[in-house]
Every structure is written in structure tokens, then in C-alpha cells.
């Protein structure tokens, strides 16, 4: 995923960049499997995880899986409640360790 922070001046009014995916039925077990195979194979990028955590940092509510919808940054082939209960779940019960990715810089900042 090629997910960006722009920073606006003085570290303000910045702008996360997010490509679009489409989620439907069966886009659960499709995430889970490669979420799977990052966690069993050492060298593989840890990037559908990250994506995953983010996502559930970005989506707490219905009104926050309809904005995305609507801005088209996912592309939801489910309801608005089984789209945000598909990211809430999506990484429960997985390991990860934070200084993996540049991903955690991203959500120091979005808690600004």
C-alpha cells in the first residue's frame, strides 16, 4: 500500500494519503490469509498488517466508514456497519510490534 503523510507547513493541515481498496464478502478472508502468511514467513513485508491497524485507528464508527466511502478511499461493497465491523476485527488477536513500520509515525501524529 502506498499510504502517505504530506505535511503541511509547520507540521500543520497535512494530509494523509490513502489509496483506494474495495472491500466486500470476501475481502475478510482474503486480508486474513495475507495477514497470515506476514505473521509465518520471516523476510515478508509486514504492509497488510499496518494497513490493517491503521484502518481500525481511521474507522471507529459508521459516519467514519460512510466518509471514506464517500471521499473514495474504500470502495464498500457492504454496509456502512459491516464494513466498519470488517476493519474493527480485521487484525484482533494478530502480534505486532509497533517499530515495524512507518505506520505508528503516522498515528503519533493523527493523536496530535
Known amino acids: 500500500m502506498d499510504i502517505k503523510f ?5 507540521w ?12 466486500g464478502m470476501s475481502s475478510e478472508t482474503l ?13 515478508y513485508s509486514n504492509e497488510i498488517t499496518s494497513y490493517a491497524i491503521l484502518m481500525d485507528n ?6 467514519d466508514m460512510e466518509l471514506l466511502s464517500k471521499k473514495k478511499v474504500i470502495g ?10 470488517f476493519f474493527n476485527n480485521l487484525h484482533k488477536d494478530i502480534p505486532y510490534n509497533n517499530s515495524w513500520s512507518s505506520i ?9
Open 12 to 23: 500543520r493541515n497535512g494530509v494523509l494519503k490513502i489509496p483506494q481498496l474495495n472491500v
Open 31 to 43: 486480508f486474513r490469509n495475507l495477514i497470515a502468511i506476514e505473521q509465518c514467513y520471516h523476510g
Open 6 to 10: 504530506e505535511v503541511g507547513r509547520f
Open 58 to 63: 481511521l474507522i471507529s464508527s459508521q459516519e
Open 76 to 85: 464498500n461493497w457492504l454496509s456502512d456497519e459491516d464494513g466498519c465491523s
Open 104 to 112: 505508528n509515525n503516522i498515528r503519533r501524529h493523527m493523536k496530535k
